[in-house]
């Protein structure tokens, strides 16, 4: 369940991501980048057993991100977000809770072309 938890909240990351540098930008060397989203966290909720059928929510939570660039096409990322709280429940009862502060430090190179910044 925890590795296609974030395998969905990487996509959607990665799809406000793409959202938000679509905008034509030119950035030099020592430039500073500061963004905030919201992402959706979506857990698959897939248990391979049904006959144990724990589940967690999914949410909504704020996120910010900044990025220094080292060169026009080379950037630091940092992805920032409040602890969240997720509740943990078996068969529709709730059983838990788990707190989480998922920090991310990304390397990105952003591809040099007119009018749309893709990067990876």
């Known amino acids: 369940m925890k590795s296609s938890m974030l395998f969905r909240f990487g996509w959607a ?6 959202a938000l540098s ?4 030119t950035v030099d060397s ?19 057993n ?10 909504w939570l704020p996120e910010a991100d900044f990025s220094y660039f080292f060169t026009p096409n080379i950037a ?20 838990g809770t788990l707190k989480h502060l998922p920090p991310t430090l990304t390397l ?3 591809f040099p072309m007119q009018g749309f910044k893709p990067y990876v």
């Open 13 to 18: 990351a990665a799809a406000c991501l793409a």
């Open 30 to 48: 020592g430039t500073w980048m500061v963004r905030a989203r919201a992402v959706h966290l979506d857990p698959a909720n897939d248990n391979s």
């Open 22 to 25: 679509a905008q034509a930008q």
């Open 76 to 95: 630091a990322e940092l992805i920032l977000t409040v602890p969240q709280k997720q509740r943990v429940s078996l068969a529709g009862t709730q059983i």
């Open 50 to 59: 049904p006959a144990v059928p724990v589940s967690i929510n999914s949410k």
């Open 108 to 110: 990105q190179y952003h």
